[in-house]
Each structure stands twice: as structure tokens, then as C-alpha cells.
């Protein structure tokens, strides 16, 4: 049996002012630039929609270190460059 600490498990809620939240391909929280970092996204259920300009993150077994908490906020914008369109 694997022992989870939800202790350490937590929910994020960002509003983003002037944007639509079905362009955000994914969030990123970090306590160090270069430490361990989660991602949040829709594909991984980790992401969810609340209203047009809001979104809440679980981070459910993160194992992110202690200290404050930054996160980067990665859209999915249309690029005629790729063949997809992003």
C-alpha cells in the first residue's frame, strides 16, 4: 500500500483578467527556479474550468519543497507557422 500525505495536497484558484481560460495549455508551480516543479492541465484533469476568467489547479502529490509558491502561466496561442495551428 502507497501512503499518501494529503496533509500536503491543495487547490489554486487564478483568475486571469482579459483572457479566456480555454487558451491555457497548462500551469506551472514552483518554490524554486530550479527545483521541482508540477504542471497543472486540462488533458491530465489537474486543470479545471470555473467561469470564463477562472481556473482551479489541484496539486495532488506534488512534492514540491517549501517556500513561497510561483507559478507560470503557459497559453495555447494559434501560430500559422505550425501545421496544427499552435
Same mark, same amino acid.
Given at each position: 500500500?502507497?501512503?499518501?500525505h494529503?496533509? +500536503? &495536497?491543495?487547490?489554486? $484558484?487564478?483568475?486571469? %483578467?482579459?483572457?479566456?481560460? %480555454?487558451? #491555457? &495549455? %497548462?500551469?506551472?508551480?514552483y $518554490?524554486?527556479?530550479? =527545483?521541482?516543479?508540477?504542471?497543472?492541465?486540462?488533458?491530465? +484533469?489537474?486543470?479545471?474550468? #470555473?467561469n470564463? &476568467?477562472t481556473?482551479?489547479?489541484i496539486?495532488?502529490?506534488?512534492s514540491? %519543497?517549501?517556500g513561497?509558491? +510561483?507559478?507560470?502561466?503557459v497559453?495555447?496561442?494559434?501560430?500559422?507557422?505550425?501545421p &496544427? =495551428?499552435?
Amino acid at each position: 500500500m502507497q501512503y499518501i500525505h494529503y496533509h +500536503n &495536497d491543495f487547490s489554486v $484558484t487564478l483568475t486571469l %483578467e482579459n483572457m479566456r481560460v %480555454e487558451l #491555457i &495549455d %497548462e500551469v506551472v508551480f514552483y $518554490t524554486r527556479p530550479r =527545483g521541482k516543479s508540477y504542471s497543472c492541465a486540462y488533458c491530465c +484533469n489537474t486543470l479545471t474550468k #470555473i467561469n470564463l &476568467d477562472t481556473v482551479a489547479c489541484i496539486l495532488n502529490g506534488h512534492s514540491l %519543497e517549501p517556500g513561497t509558491l +510561483n507559478y507560470k502561466v503557459v497559453f495555447k496561442l494559434p501560430d500559422a507557422s505550425y501545421p &496544427d =495551428g499552435y
